[in-house]
């Protein structure tokens, strides 16, 4: 759904965003290893089910709470009103998904971190996605079957089971008789009843179709396709056939020295199955007609945004390439994340972002800092609301950021990643860009190290991945191995909102 235009119904009120679960939460003091890190996060299209990967290469998957699971239809029936519960998860199943490897042709250790985890279409009450760590790709089935329990049977003293199923003889012709006593060691099995365990199987791995880390994967609309994109280059696959993939987007030069820009995301578009976008360091988004050419070297159309006269120093690219894109649920708009904002991009409009959010203009002063620390090369995720009315992004210190995306709404929320989301004071970002001129001239005094700045920003902390509910307004962010889920409702006291 497009935002709504000013002077129509209004954009709407503000959303009060209360904790909802927590998942894998530490105890205080309690140190954080670094394999259970969540490091991929992703609702599937109907909300019902959710995906977690993390470092240690393992996917976790949570479904949607029946309702039945916390009041009983007696009690309902007995109350005069409804009661609107907001969608609730549960632990459903985890599997190792990827496992660390070694490349012995080039000397390098594969890790087996997930970096991107997609869902795709159902099929016959079975559970289908992709998963994927730096160099394969792989597909999973997760089915529920029903495992046989068997239980073993002491024959008695007769030579027989205590209900005369077995005789004394073994086939009717036998000279073998059961001696009295019967065999103590003899046991029979029985089947004794039936248990439904989910079973994850690996049903394609796709490898060896990259030569640099894979960066991001997104299946198509029509369910049969999906692309893998590293820095240089994007592949099309059939979910079909593992052992081949085709070379859709090239950007290698032939001087490797040329090299000037790399890709850094690619989605397939929601609707159309032809069409994809992939943004580039440079801060350039291209989107790309697959009934163009076989080699989508050209784009169909780019949006980028022009810098401001005077404003370029050191740290302009590097601020402005971008590290997440996302289409909205109708396909019309596309969110990016850079460093210090998000931009969201109608498709009908190339030269400019119809809005952007500052996320992190008051770390503008301390890029040199955040760059000998390499905080700035921190790559934060991005999503959109089902309805297209909201965004979200994270920041440090496990704080993120809501903004609401209609036109005119000065919407901008600052939560922390937590059981009380509310306990952070917000920083307050400014609406103009300064120049950073000045800073490429400064210089870095003392010798102390990025933690806890002056400002409370905590650069060690930092929240890169989350996920919007496609139906609801429930969050769902990683803070380091934990999951937390957030749920909003409409705030009765606008004013009380923090404003961009």
């Known amino acids: 759904m497009a935002p709504p235009a000013n002077g129509d119904l209004g954009f709407p009120s503000p959303l009060q965003w209360k904790f909802s679960q927590v998942f894998g939460e530490r105890t205080a003091g309690e140190e954080v290893q670094e394999v259970d890190i969540i490091s991929a996060i992703e609702f599937d299209k109907s909300g019902e089910h959710l995906a977690t990967g993390d470092r240690g290469g393992r996917v976790v998957l949570f479904e949607k709470t029946d309702g039945k699971d916390f009041t009983f239809r007696k009690e309902l029936e007995k109350m005069d009103y409804s009661i609107a519960r907001h969608p609730e998860f549960r632990y459903k199943t985890e599997f190792q998904s990827h496992e660390p490897e070694f490349d012995y042709l080039k000397s390098l250790e594969i890790e087996e971190k997930i970096n991107k985890v997609r869902w795709c279409q159902t099929s016959n009450g079975a559970l289908f996605l992709l998963s994927t760590n730096d160099k394969t790709v792989k597909y999973w089935k997760v089915q529920e079957k029903k ?212 996320v992190h203009e008051h770390l503008r002063p301390k890029l040199c800092d955040l760059y000998e620390n390499d905080s700035i090369f921190d790559k934060f995720e991005c999503c959109l609301s089902g309805d297209g009315l909201r965004v979200a992004t994270g920041s440090y210190s496990n704080l993120f950021r809501v903004f609401g995306s209609a036109p005119g709404s000065n919407e901008a929320t600052t939560l922390e990643a937590s059981k009380n989301p509310i306990r952070r004071q917000p920083q307050t970002p400014t609406r103009s860009l300064r120049s950073l001129t000045s800073l490429s001239r400064s210089r870095r005094r003392g010798s102390e190290s990025i933690g806890i700045d002056a400002g409370g920003n905590d650069f060690s902390t930092k929240l890169l991945h989350l996920a919007w509910h496609p139906t609801s307004n429930v969050l769902a962010c990683a803070a380091a191995n934990s999951l937390y889920m957030y749920y909003a409702e409409e705030n009765p006291h606008p004013e009380s909102e923090h404003q961009k």
């Open 147 to 358: 495992i046989k329990k068997v239980a073993e049977v002491n024959l008695d003293t007769s030579g027989s089971k205590s209900n005369g199923a077995f005789p004394g003889k073994i086939g009717a012709e036998s000279d073998f008789v059961f001696p009295p006593g019967g065999i103590p060691s003899l046991h029979l099995p029985l089947i004794v009843g039936q248990e439904t365990n989910l079973v994850p199987r690996c049903r394609r791995v796709y490898a060896h179709a990259h030569d640099y880390h894979i960066n991001s994967i997104a299946n198509n609309s029509d369910g049969e396709t999906f692309i893998s994109a590293d820095d240089l280059r994007i592949n099309l696959w059939n979910l079909e056939i593992s052992n081949q993939s085709f070379n859709i987007v090239d950007v290698k030069p032939v001087n490797m020295e040329d090299l000037t820009e790399v890709i850094t995301s690619a989605e397939f578009h929601p609707t159309h199955c032809h069409t994809l976008a992939y943004s580039s360091s440079k801060g350039t988004i291209r989107l790309v007609d697959m009934r163009q050419s076989a080699l989508c070297d050209s784009h169909a159309k780019i949006f980028e945004e022009n810098d401001t006269p005077g404003s370029r120093s050191f740290f302009t690219e590097i601020i402005a390439s971008i590290s997440d894109i996302k289409f909205g649920r109708d396909g019309r708009y596309i969110l990016s994340r850079d460093y210090m904002t998000l931009k969201l991009w109608d498709l009908n409009m190339e030269a400019s972002p119809v809005a952007t959010f500052q």
